[in-house]
T-cell receptor, first 112, second 115 residues
Framework: AQSVTQLGSHVSVSEGALVLLRCNYS??????LFWYVQYPNQGLQLLLK??????LVKGINGFEAEFKKSETSFHLTKPSAHMSDAAEYFC??????????FGTGTSLTVIP | NAGVTQTPKFQVLKTGQSMTLQCAQD?????MSWYRQDPGMGLRLIHY???????DQGEVPNGYNVSRSTTEDFPLRLLSAAPSQTSVYFC??????????????FGEGSRLTVL
């Protein structure tokens, strides 16, 4: 079975500071991992994904995530936060059959 | 491109009423799914379909029915609404019903309140 744990339901950072959103997963098979972003009153959109190959994955808007199998983690980072990054972020894992399992989300606040 | 279209965007129901949330995609995706989003609980899978004529239950299927008569449409039916079904509902699709490497494309959501 697959599951995702996101540590910290709310994260606040200052504009220009490092963004670090944590995600740990549980999977009995090699996982496919995703980060999605949700802006207010909108659906989710893909930030980045890891399927196979390079463990450091770059996504849109300057975000990146590193797949660490030994730590079962897929943390999301961005070197310098921008006001427009304020949103809800979801980590997800998928398996055969396209069952996607989402974390409970992390709300990011960017302080001017 | 329209992508994934959900209607209605907002709906208020009384307990016991029935309704259908519509979902249509114009990307010829095989896989379609319905999620509900509740505060502190993330997104939970209600039902999904890997192709026309095929549906299956997700994590929280009770109180909901689905059908998939065409590739494009995947309606979600609430037969007798309950206050516990107050939520934001998202329809999502992906190109292939395979190993889960595809990106999910989401609709903008349908906010349902059951009084």
């Amino acid at each position: 079975a697959q599951s995702v744990t996101q540590l910290g339901s709310h994260v606040s950072v200052s504009e220009g500071a490092l963004v670090l959103l944590r995600c740990n997963y549980s999977s009995s098979v090699p996982p496919y991992l995703f980060w999605y972003v949700q802006y207010p009153n909108q659906g989710l959109q893909l930030l980045l994904k890891y399927t196979t190959g390079a463990t450091l994955v770059k996504g849109i808007n300057g975000f990146e995530a590193e797949f660490k199998k030994s730590e079962t983690s897929f943390h999301l980072t961005k070197p310098s936060a921008h006001m427009s990054d304020a949103a809800e972020y979801f980590c997800a894992v998928s398996s055969a059959g396209n069952q996607f399992y989402f974390g409970t989300g992390t709300s990011l606040t960017v302080i001017p | 491109n329209a992508g994934v279209t959900q209607t209605p965007k907002f709906q208020v129901l009384k307990t016991g009423q029935s309704m259908t949330l519509q979902c249509a995609q114009d990307m010829n995706h095989e896989y379609m799914s319905w999620y509900r989003q509740d505060p502190g609980m993330g997104l939970r899978l209600i039902h999904y379909s890997v192709g026309a004529g095929i549906t299956d239950q997700g994590e929280v299927p009770n109180g909901y029915n689905v059908s998939r008569s065409t590739t494009e449409d995947f309606p979600l039916r609430l037969l007798s609404a309950a206050p516990s079904q107050t939520s934001v509902y998202f329809c999502a699709s992906t190109p292939v019903a395979g190993p889960g490497t595809g990106e999910l494309f989401f609709g903008e959501g349908s906010r349902l309140t059951v009084l």
